[in-house]
DNA sequence: AAGCCTGAGTTCATAATATGGACTTAACTG
DNA sequence: CAGTTAAGTCCATATTATGAACTCAGGCTT
């Protein structure tokens, strides 16, 4: 009965990981704040400022990497008898982001929440509460117990080797 | 028939926002990456070194905000005949960062990836893949068109509002 | 027309962090 | 006893962030 097996090294090294390219592109505390302020539907430059407190040049960069990723589009917009003005919607990718940032929320309600969380979502249909999981191809809800890592259609950590001392969910 | 109505700020204020609170706590490269690779089962300092190249100076930081934080434990361990030597193994806290973190890597690998994804989860029990998903309260899966944003148990944005021009999922 | 306001930036001097390499310390090992 | 390994610390330099002030264009007011 060995303890867990000494893992020295991720299965996916950092420059092949999507998660890792994912953190390069938007893991930075500006960015991720900015995002934020997006998905609920921020999309002028003074207001990502006043909300946030970012400085004006910062803001400036994060903005133009944003867009330079496509996770924003930069966009011109005239509201009736106003002159044109400067709008950063999220594209399509970028609302992606709407499903991590929603489990990310529900890990901060779990661990850092005081109180009743102010933020929740809801189906339109029925009003019931919603909340992300990890479902099989039938849909049907995985215990954590019953999770197993794959990488490059293998198991992982290999045979013999314990499982990873934590699982997702 | 508006366009989608103009936010100016979000309905959670960043203070009070246990996204942005999580953000406060591991939105920062270097933090992002070391829970990748501890989420893989890595725990030794020279081990997430070595694999991420980060200064050893801003590991030691980041691996005590971490232990802080109450998402990694600093613990001495000792092998066969070994030496004491120190671990930092991820918490229960820490482990429970996996759902949003495979989240996030579904997400790069959908718009990031280039060919078939490295990393993948399944079910022990029946070998099919896992995702994560939005569902109600009996398990039944949501689409995205059906999904409304909820702030302090009223519908945001208000009514006569549009929604938010993009939704998660 | 002159001056004011607003949104969307840019510029720049200073402050805070990051970086990389060398150094330290405490067990073991041969 | 000298060498090695793991887990750090220290420090000079380089990079990035910060905050305040400035710019610029279009529209509004009188």
Redesign the interface.
């Known amino acids: 009965m060995t ?12 420059c ?10 938007i ?3 500006w960015t ?2 900015i995002l ?2 997006a ?6 430059f003074d ?1 990502f400022q ?3 407190d970012v400085p004006r040049s910062v803001l400036s960069a994060r903005l133009a990497a944003l867009v330079d990723a ?1 996770i924003m589009e930069k966009r011109e ?1 005239r509201e009736e008898g106003q002159r044109a003005r400067v709008e950063y ?2 594209t ?22 005081e109180g009743e ?10 009003g ?15 215990k954590p ?8 259609k293998k ?1 992982w ?1 290999p045979e013999g080797a314990d499982k ?6």
């Open positions: 303890d867990s097996l000494l893992v020295r090294r991720s299965p996916v090294k950092p092949d990981c999507n998660l890792a390219r994912s953190f390069e592109l893991g930075d505390r991720l704040l934020r302020s998905m609920y539907g921020v999309r002028r207001d006043a909300e946030l496509g917009y919607p999220l399509e990718m970028g609302g992606e982001l709407g499903l991590p940032f929603f489990a990310m929320t529900a890990w901060g309600d779990k661990w850092l929440g969380p102010h933020f929740g979502l809801q189906s339109r249909a029925n019931q509460k919603l909340k992300v999981m990890l479902v099989d191809e039938r849909g049907k809800p995985v117990r019953d999770i197993q890592y794959v990488v490059d198991v950590p990873p001392r934590r699982q997702p969910g």
